[in-house]
C-alpha cells in the first residue's frame, strides 16, 4: 500500500489502520468509515459515498496485501451499513469486490468476505434481489468450501438469502433458470445439498411458479437422487415428490411432452432408487396425459419392458413398470389405424365442431381423457386435452414394433418380458390391424423361432410334454394367439400378391378349402369377436402360416416331439380345426421328406382321434353325410397313406370297415417292421378307449358289420403274440354268435347299427392311391439301404 497516496476523503488514520494486521484496529477503522459515510448521506453527497467505495473497493479490497483486503471487506460493510435503506442505490459497487473475495486462497479472508457480504445483504433485503443470481453463483462456491467455518458463514448468509426471496413478490425466476440449470449437474456433495435446499424453498413460495420450468431441472434432479449421500437422496426425493404432488394438482399446467423422454432415460437407470422414482414418475405421466405420451411410446417400452422380469429383490419397480405397460396399452385405439389423410380430414372437421361448440358451453368436452380405470389414480386430476390436441397425436407404430421386435430377438430377456411383448404385438393386430400387416413379412419369422423358445422350463401337465423339455407355455400360447390373428385378421386378405410368390404355394393355396360366410364379406377392418371355429375368417396369411409350421417341424424334430401336439391343438382352439386338418394333409401330400411325413401324419392322426378340441371335427367325419365332410375324409386319407396303420385309423374313425379290411390285406405286401408293429399295438389300445366306443358297439351287429370283424381279425393276425394280441383277442372273443342276436325285432336292431357306404367316394382310387405312396415309401427305404443307413427289420417274434 502506497502511503503516500491520497485516500481523501479517507483519513490517514483511517487508512494506517484499515491495514493492521490486527482485527480491533480495522474494526475501529470501519466504525470510523461509517460516521463518515453517514455525514455524506445526511449531506445527499453521492459523489463522496461512491468515491469511498471505490477507495474501499479498488485500493482495499481488490489490493495484493491480505490485510488491506480484510480491512477493505470490513469497510464496505460499514458503508453499508450507514447507508442503511439507500444502500440499492450501490449495490453493484458494493458486492462486486465482495464476491471477488469468495475466490481467495486464504480461508480467514474467505470468511470475512462472507461475513461482509451478510451485512451487505442484511441492510439491502429485497433491493439485492435484482443482483440474485450473482449472490447465487458466489454461494454454491462457498457451500462447497473445505473450511467449516467458511461453510458455516455462508450457511448464515444463504438462509438470509432464502428468507428475503421466501418474503418478496419481485423474484426473477426466468433469469434464475439458467444458472440453476448449469449449477444442478454440479457432482459436489455439498453443492448439490445448496441446489436442492434452494429447489425445496422456490416451491414453497406461492408466487413463484417453479413447475413450468421443471422440464429445465428434472433431469440434474434425477442425477442427484443418486447421490452417495443418504441426506442429500432423501432431499432430492421430497424435492421430487413436491413436484408429482403439484403434477397431479395443475396437469393441464404440466409440460408432459417435454419431459417424457427425461423419464424415459432414467426409467433404465442403474440405481434402483433413480429407476423406481422415474417409473412412478411415467406410471403418473401416462395416466394423467394420457394420449399425449404415445408419441413417446418406442421410448417408454424400451425402458418398461425389460423391468417385467425382475426378480423380488426389484419387486416394487416390476409392480410399477406393470402398470405402466398396461395403462400405455389401453392408449391405443382403432382410431390409430386410420391412415393420416383420414386423420387430416377428421381434424378439419372437428375444428369446424368446435367452433360450433363455442355458443353450448353446458356440452362438456368430448376430448376428456379418462384415467380412472386404474383403482389407484382413482383420486388424481386428469389432464382434460380438446378434441383437435387428441387428434393430432400419432401412434408411432414403427418404433414400438422395432423395439418389440428387438426383445424378440434379445434370447437374454426373461419370459415375463417376452410374453407382455406378444401382448402388445397381439393387441396392436386387434387395434391397428391395416398398418401392422406392412410388419407381417418382418415379424413372421421371428413368430415362428419363438415356438421353440427356450427360456423356461415347459409345463408338464400340456398334452405331448416330457420331463426336462424347456418353453413357457405362456409365452407359446401368447405367441399363438399372435400367429392366429394374423392368420385369421381380415386386413391380411391380399389380391393376388403377398406371401405367396412362389408357384408352389399357389398351386396348393388353389386346393385349400376355407368357407367363408355372405356376412364375413361385409365386415372390414376389425374381426368380429363372435364368430365361432364353424365360421372362421382365414387370410392369405393362413396357408403361409401351415406351410412354414410344419417346415419349422420338419427342422426341428425336437419341436415336434415336445410341443408339435400342443401347438396343433391350440391352433385349433384358436382357428378352425377343419381347415388346420385340410390345409396339413394338402401340405403333406407334396412332402418330399417321407419319414417326416409318416411322422406328421401320426401325430396329427393321435391329436385327431384323442384331443377334446377335435369333438366336433370327430363326429363330422364320423357320419360323412355332408359334401365337405367327404371332401374332408378324400383330403385326409391322401395324406395319411404315408402312415398305413394312421389310415386304417381314419376308416375306422369314419366307419369305412370294408375299406379298412382291404386296407389290411394290402399290409401283407408291406415290410413289417417295429415301429410298423409298434402304431398297430396302440391302435388296439385306441380302439379300448372311448372315443371308439360306438365301434365296439357295432359289433354285437355281426351281420351288418362284417368287414368291421374281419378288420379286426385282420389286425390281430398282424400283431405277435403280446398284450396287444391278446387284448384284441378277448374283445373278439366276446363278438357274439349270430344266431343268440336274432330277435323278433333283429330287424330294427341291424338297421340301427348298420353303416352304408358313403356316396360320391371312389374308394377303389383310394386304395390305388395307398398302394402308390407306399411304393414311394418302399424305394425310399432301399435307397436308403444301400446308402448304409440303419433300418430296425426286426420283427416281434
Given at each position: 500500500?502506497?502511503?503516500?497516496?491520497?485516500?481523501?476523503?479517507?483519513?490517514?488514520?483511517?487508512?494506517?489502520?484499515?491495514?493492521?494486521?490486527?482485527?480491533?484496529?480495522?474494526?475501529?477503522?470501519?466504525?470510523?468509515?461509517?460516521?463518515?459515510?453517514?455525514?455524506?448521506?445526511?449531506?445527499?453527497?453521492?459523489?463522496?459515498?461512491?468515491?469511498?467505495?471505490?477507495?474501499?473497493?479498488?485500493?482495499?479490497?481488490?489490493?495484493?496485501?491480505?490485510?488491506?483486503?480484510?480491512?477493505?471487506?470490513?469497510?464496505?460493510?460499514?458503508?453499508?451499513?450507514?447507508?442503511?435503506?439507500?444502500?440499492?442505490?450501490?449495490?453493484?459497487?458494493?458486492?462486486?469486490?465482495?464476491?471477488?473475495?469468495?475466490?481467495?486462497?486464504?480461508?480467514?479472508?474467505?470468511?470475512?468476505?462472507?461475513?461482509?457480504?451478510?451485512?451487505?445483504?442484511?441492510?439491502?433485503?429485497?433491493?439485492?434481489?435484482?443482483?440474485?443470481?450473482?449472490?447465487?453463483?458466489?454461494?454454491?462456491?462457498?457451500?462447497?468450501?473445505?473450511?467449516?467455518?467458511?461453510?458455516?458463514?455462508?450457511?448464515?448468509?444463504?438462509?438470509?438469502?432464502?428468507?428475503?426471496?421466501?418474503?418478496?413478490?419481485?423474484?426473477?425466476?426466468?433469469?434464475?433458470?439458467?444458472?440453476?440449470?448449469?449449477?444442478?449437474?454440479?457432482?459436489?456433495?455439498?453443492?448439490?445439498?445448496?441446489?436442492?435446499?434452494?429447489?425445496?424453498?422456490?416451491?414453497?413460495?406461492?408466487?413463484?411458479?417453479?413447475?413450468?420450468?421443471?422440464?429445465?431441472?428434472?433431469?440434474?434432479?434425477?442425477?442427484?437422487?443418486?447421490?452417495?449421500?443418504?441426506?442429500?437422496?432423501?432431499?432430492?426425493?421430497?424435492?421430487?415428490?413436491?413436484?408429482?404432488?403439484?403434477?397431479?394438482?395443475?396437469?393441464?399446467?404440466?409440460?408432459?411432452?417435454?419431459?417424457?423422454?427425461?423419464?424415459?432415460?432414467?426409467?433404465?437407470?442403474?440405481?434402483?432408487?433413480?429407476?423406481?422414482?422415474?417409473?412412478?414418475?411415467?406410471?403418473?405421466?401416462?395416466?394423467?396425459?394420457?394420449?399425449?405420451?404415445?408419441?413417446?411410446?418406442?421410448?417408454?417400452?424400451?425402458?418398461?419392458?425389460?423391468?417385467?422380469?425382475?426378480?423380488?429383490?426389484?419387486?416394487?419397480?416390476?409392480?410399477?413398470?406393470?402398470?405402466?405397460?398396461?395403462?400405455?396399452?389401453?392408449?391405443?385405439?382403432?382410431?390409430?389405424?386410420?391412415?393420416?389423410?383420414?386423420?387430416?380430414?377428421?381434424?378439419?372437421?372437428?375444428?369446424?365442431?368446435?367452433?360450433?361448440?363455442?355458443?353450448?358451453?353446458?356440452?362438456?368436452?368430448?376430448?376428456?381423457?379418462?384415467?380412472?380405470?386404474?383403482?389407484?389414480?382413482?383420486?388424481?386430476?386428469?389432464?382434460?386435452?380438446?378434441?383437435?390436441?387428441?387428434?393430432?397425436?400419432?401412434?408411432?407404430?414403427?418404433?414400438?414394433?422395432?423395439?418389440?421386435?428387438?426383445?424378440?430377438?434379445?434370447?437374454?430377456?426373461?419370459?415375463?418380458?417376452?410374453?407382455?411383448?406378444?401382448?402388445?404385438?397381439?393387441?396392436?393386430?386387434?387395434?391397428?390391424?391395416?398398418?401392422?400387416?406392412?410388419?407381417?413379412?418382418?415379424?413372421?419369422?421371428?413368430?415362428?423361432?419363438?415356438?421353440?423358445?427356450?427360456?423356461?422350463?415347459?409345463?408338464?401337465?400340456?398334452?405331448?410334454?416330457?420331463?426336462?423339455?424347456?418353453?413357457?407355455?405362456?409365452?407359446?400360447?401368447?405367441?399363438?394367439?399372435?400367429?392366429?390373428?394374423?392368420?385369421?385378421?381380415?386386413?391380411?386378405?391380399?389380391?393376388?400378391?403377398?406371401?405367396?410368390?412362389?408357384?408352389?404355394?399357389?398351386?396348393?393355396?388353389?386346393?385349400?378349402?376355407?368357407?367363408?360366410?355372405?356376412?364375413?364379406?361385409?365386415?372390414?377392418?376389425?374381426?368380429?369377436?363372435?364368430?365361432?371355429?364353424?365360421?372362421?375368417?382365414?387370410?392369405?396369411?393362413?396357408?403361409?402360416?401351415?406351410?412354414?409350421?410344419?417346415?419349422?417341424?420338419?427342422?426341428?424334430?425336437?419341436?415336434?416331439?415336445?410341443?408339435?401336439?400342443?401347438?396343433?391343438?391350440?391352433?385349433?382352439?384358436?382357428?378352425?380345426?377343419?381347415?388346420?386338418?385340410?390345409?396339413?394333409?394338402?401340405?403333406?401330400?407334396?412332402?418330399?421328406?417321407?419319414?417326416?411325413?409318416?411322422?406328421?401324419?401320426?401325430?396329427?392322426?393321435?391329436?385327431?382321434?384323442?384331443?377334446?378340441?377335435?369333438?366336433?371335427?370327430?363326429?363330422?367325419?364320423?357320419?360323412?353325410?355332408?359334401?365337405?365332410?367327404?371332401?374332408?375324409?378324400?383330403?385326409?386319407?391322401?395324406?395319411?397313406?404315408?402312415?398305413?396303420?394312421?389310415?386304417?385309423?381314419?376308416?375306422?374313425?369314419?366307419?369305412?370297415?370294408?375299406?379298412?379290411?382291404?386296407?389290411?390285406?394290402?399290409?401283407?405286401?408291406?415290410?413289417?417292421?417295429?415301429?410298423?408293429?409298434?402304431?398297430?399295438?396302440?391302435?388296439?389300445?385306441?380302439?379300448?378307449?372311448?372315443?371308439?366306443?360306438?365301434?365296439?358297439?357295432?359289433?354285437?351287429?355281426v351281420k351288418n358289420n362284417p368287414y368291421l370283424i374281419k378288420a379286426l381279425y385282420g389286425l390281430l393276425m398282424l400283431l405277435?403274440?403280446?398284450?396287444?394280441?391278446?387284448?384284441?383277442?378277448?374283445?373278439?372273443?366276446?363278438?357274439?354268435?349270430?344266431?343268440?342276436?336274432?330277435?323278433?325285432?333283429?330287424?330294427?336292431?341291424?338297421?340301427?347299427?348298420?353303416?352304408?357306404?358313403?356316396?360320391?367316394?371312389?374308394?377303389?382310387?383310394?386304395?390305388?392311391?395307398?398302394?402308390?405312396?407306399?411304393?414311394?415309401?418302399?424305394?425310399?427305404?432301399?435307397?436308403?439301404?444301400?446308402?448304409?443307413?440303419?433300418?430296425?427289420?426286426?420283427?416281434i417274434l
Amino acid at each position: 500500500m502506497n502511503a503516500e497516496k491520497d485516500f481523501a476523503p479517507l483519513t490517514p488514520t483511517i487508512v494506517r489502520a484499515l491495514n493492521d494486521k490486527l482485527y480491533e484496529k480495522r474494526k475501529v477503522a470501519a466504525l470510523e468509515i461509517e460516521k463518515l459515510v453517514r455525514e455524506f448521506v445526511a449531506q445527499s453527497n453521492t459523489t463522496q459515498i461512491k468515491h469511498v467505495i471505490q477507495i474501499l473497493s479498488q485500493e482495499f479490497a481488490l489490493s495484493q496485501h491480505p490485510h488491506s483486503r480484510k480491512g477493505g471487506l470490513i469497510g464496505l460493510a460499514a458503508c453499508s451499513i450507514a447507508l442503511g435503506k439507500d444502500s440499492g442505490l450501490y449495490l453493484k459497487e458494493l458486492i462486486e469486490p465482495v464476491l471477488t473475495c469468495f475466490n481467495d486462497a486464504d480461508s480467514r479472508l474467505r470468511y470475512y468476505a462472507c461475513e461482509a457480504l451478510y451485512n451487505i445483504v442484511k441492510v439491502a433485503r429485497g433491493s439485492v434481489l435484482p443482483h440474485f443470481n450473482v449472490l447465487f453463483d458466489g454461494l454454491s462456491k462457498l457451500a462447497a468450501d473445505p473450511d467449516p467455518n467458511v461453510k458455516s458463514g455462508s450457511e448464515l448468509l444463504d438462509r438470509l438469502l432464502k428468507d428475503i426471496v421466501t418474503e418478496s413478490n419481485k423474484f426473477d425466476l426466468v433469469s434464475f433458470i439458467p444458472l440453476l440449470r448449469e449449477r444442478i449437474y454440479s457432482n459436489n456433495q455439498y453443492a448439490r445439498q445448496f441446489i436442492i435446499s434452494w429447489i425445496l424453498v422456490l416451491e414453497s413460495v406461492p408466487d413463484i411458479n417453479l413447475l413450468d420450468y421443471l422440464p429445465e431441472i428434472l433431469d440434474g434432479l434425477f442425477q442427484i437422487l443418486g447421490d452417495n449421500s443418504k441426506e442429500i437422496r432423501k432431499m432430492c426425493e421430497v424435492a421430487l415428490g413436491e413436484f408429482l404432488k403439484e403434477i397431479k394438482k395443475n396437469p393441464s399446467s404440466v409440460k408432459f411432452a417435454e419431459m417424457a423422454n427425461i423419464l424415459v432415460i432414467h426409467c433404465q437407470a442403474s440405481d434402483d432408487l433413480i429407476q423406481l422414482t422415474a417409473m412412478c414418475w411415467m406410471r403418473e405421466f401416462i395416466q394423467l396425459a394420457g394420449r399425449v405420451m404415445l408419441p413417446y411410446s418406442s421410448g417408454i417400452l424400451t425402458a418398461v419392458l425389460p423391468c417385467l422380469s425382475y426378480d423380488d429383490r426389484k419387486k416394487n419397480i416390476k409392480e410399477v413398470a406393470n402398470v405402466c405397460n398396461q395403462s400405455l396399452m389401453k392408449l391405443v385405439i382403432p382410431e390409430d389405424d386410420e391412415t393420416d389423410e383420414a386423420k387430416q380430414s377428421m381434424s378439419l372437421q372437428t375444428e369446424a365442431n368446435s367452433e360450433e361448440s363455442l355458443s353450448k358451453p353446458e356440452v362438456p368436452s368430448s376430448g376428456s381423457l379418462d384415467t380412472s380405470s386404474d383403482s389407484n389414480f382413482s383420486n388424481t386430476s386428469v389432464f382434460t386435452v380438446t378434441s383437435s390436441d387428441k387428434v393430432q397425436v400419432t401412434l408411432n407404430l414403427d418404433g414400438i414394433v422395432q423395439v418389440l421386435d428387438y426383445h424378440l430377438h434379445d434370447t437374454s430377456i426373461g419370459m415375463m418380458t417376452r410374453i407382455a411383448v406378444l401382448k402388445w404385438l397381439y393387441h396392436l393386430y386387434i387395434k391397428t390391424p391395416r398398418k401392422m400387416f406392412r410388419h407381417t413379412d418382418s415379424l413372421f419369422p421371428i413368430l415362428l423361432r419363438t415356438l421353440s423358445d427356450e427360456s423356461d422350463e415347459f409345463c408338464l401337465s400340456y398334452f405331448g410334454c416330457k420331463v426336462g423339455h424347456s418353453a413357457p407355455p405362456d409365452v407359446i400360447l401368447k405367441d399363438l394367439e399372435v400367429l392366429a390373428e394374423i392368420a385369421s385378421s381380415p386386413a391380411g386378405q391380399t389380391e393376388g400378391h403377398g406371401p405367396y410368390e412362389g408357384s408352389d404355394m399357389q398351386s396348393s393355396q388353389s386346393e385349400l378349402h376355407v368357407p367363408i360366410k355372405p356376412s364375413q364379406l361385409s365386415t372390414s377392418g376389425t374381426k368380429g369377436v363372435e364368430c365361432s371355429p364353424s365360421t372362421p375368417t382365414m387370410n392369405s396369411y393362413f396357408y403361409k402360416f401351415m406351410i412354414n409350421l410344419l417346415k419349422r417341424f420338419s427342422s426341428e424334430r425336437k419341436l415336434l416331439e415336445t410341443r408339435g401336439a400342443f401347438i396343433i391343438r391350440q391352433l385349433c382352439l384358436l382357428l378352425n380345426a377343419e381347415n388346420i386338418f385340410h390345409s396339413m394333409a394338402d401340405i403333406l401330400l407334396r412332402e418330399e421328406d417321407l419319414k417326416f411325413a409318416s411322422t406328421m401324419v401320426h401325430t396329427l392322426n393321435t391329436i385327431l382321434l384323442t384331443s377334446s378340441e377335435l369333438f366336433q371335427l370327430r363326429n363330422q367325419l364320423k357320419d360323412l353325410k355332408t359334401l365337405e365332410s367327404r371332401n374332408l375324409f378324400c383330403c385326409l386319407y391322401r395324406s395319411w397313406c404315408h402312415n398305413p396303420v394312421t389310415t386304417v385309423s381314419l376308416c375306422f374313425l369314419t366307419q369305412n370297415y370294408k375299406h379298412a379290411y382291404d386296407l389290411i390285406q394290402k399290409f401283407g405286401d408291406l415290410e413289417v417292421t417295429v415301429d410298423f408293429l409298434t402304431e398297430v399295438d396302440k391302435l388296439v389300445q385306441l380302439i379300448e378307449c372311448p372315443i371308439f366306443t360306438y365301434l365296439r358297439l357295432q359289433l354285437l351287429d355281426v351281420k351288418n358289420n362284417p368287414y368291421l370283424i374281419k378288420a379286426l381279425y385282420g389286425l390281430l393276425m398282424l400283431l405277435p403274440q403280446s398284450s396287444a394280441f391278446q387284448l384284441l383277442s378277448h374283445r373278439l372273443q366276446c363278438v357274439p354268435n349270430p344266431e343268440l342276436m336274432q330277435t323278433t325285432d333283429s330287424t330294427k336292431i341291424g338297421h340301427g347299427f348298420k353303416k352304408s357306404p358313403a356316396p360320391n367316394i371312389d374308394y377303389v382310387e383310394l386304395l390305388q392311391h395307398f398302394e402308390k405312396v407306399q411304393n414311394k415309401h418302399l424305394e425310399v427305404r432301399h435307397q436308403r439301404t444301400g446308402r448304409g443307413e440303419h433300418l430296425d427289420r426286426r420283427v416281434i417274434l
